[in-house]
């Protein structure tokens, strides 16, 4: 199973600012990742595949890079609907596909 | 608009047995390959199941082999979870969500869209 790690656990940031969270892959996943959104008392909801293609309807200000074992999703200028847990996922192995601990971005 | 949801959630105790289902609208279900994905309460995202679009394969996290199965209705456009056994470590909300084939690949790789959850609670 390959194993997800997402830093930090929490991210403080004002609006306004930048957030860069890191998915990390116990080994290559090539670019099979997907990064989600989830906030309190909904579903999560598809941000990007591909590692960085991001879906439909989501905002230019939401970026995925890398390949390999190391990813990042920057948001640039965070809104306040932005704040909320944000979970990568990678579809490498199948189909043990397996997701991050997650990421918490909150106001600071 | 795509649509999914849920029912079939509860109460449950342990060794006990439920059934999930997912309606789905909006799409032609029979041309998507299913999953269902779970989340214990505070806690992250576990995959569960997957089955291809004509029910003929399934596929499942080690954690549940054996004692989940899950199914679809292409008539009903409806996806199913039995579940079989229950621990208290079964506890989650259940997502039905779709599941996306990427080119040049055969089998799911990201799930979108999402339903909107079914609770699961085991206990005594």
């Known amino acids: 199973e390959i194993v997800m790690t997402q830093s930090p656990v929490t991210l403080s940031v004002s609006s306004g600012e930048r957030a860069t969270l890191s998915c990390r892959a116990s080994?290559?996943?090539?670019?099979?990742l997907a990064w989600y959104q989830q906030k309190p008392g909904q579903a999560p909801r598809l941000l990007i595949y591909g590692a960085s293609t991001r879906a439909t309807g989501i905002p230019a200000r939401f970026t995925g890079s890398g390949s390999g074992t190391e990813f990042t999703l920057t948001i640039t200028s965070l809104q306040s609907e932005d704040f909320a847990v944000y979970y990568c996922q990678q579809y490498n192995d199948w189909p043990a596909l397996t997701f991050g601990g997650g990421t918490k971005v909150e106001i600071k | 608009e795509v649509q999914l949801l849920e029912s079939g959630g509860g109460l449950v105790q342990p060794g006990g047995s439920l059934r999930l289902s997912c309606a789905a609208s909006?799409?032609?279900?029979?041309?998507?390959?299913m999953s269902w994905v779970r989340q214990a309460p505070g806690k992250g995202l576990e995959w569960v199941s997957a089955?291809?679009?004509?029910?003929?394969?399934?596929f499942y996290a080690d954690s549940v082999k054996g004692r989940f199965t899950i199914s679809r209705d292409n008539s009903k456009n409806t996806l199913y979870l039995q579940m079989n056994g229950l621990r208290a470590e079964d506890t989650a909300v259940y997502y039905c969500?779709?599941?996306?084939?990427?080119?040049?690949?055969?089998?799911?790789?990201?799930?979108?869209?999402w339903g909107q959850g079914t609770l699961v609670t085991v206990s005594s």
């Open positions: 909006g799409f032609t279900f029979n041309t998507y390959a």
């Open positions: 089955i291809s679009t004509d029910g003929g394969a399934t």
């Open positions: 969500v779709r599941g996306v084939v990427p080119p040049a690949m055969t089998r799911i790789g990201w799930f979108d869209p």
């Open positions: 080994q290559s996943v090539s670019s099979n």
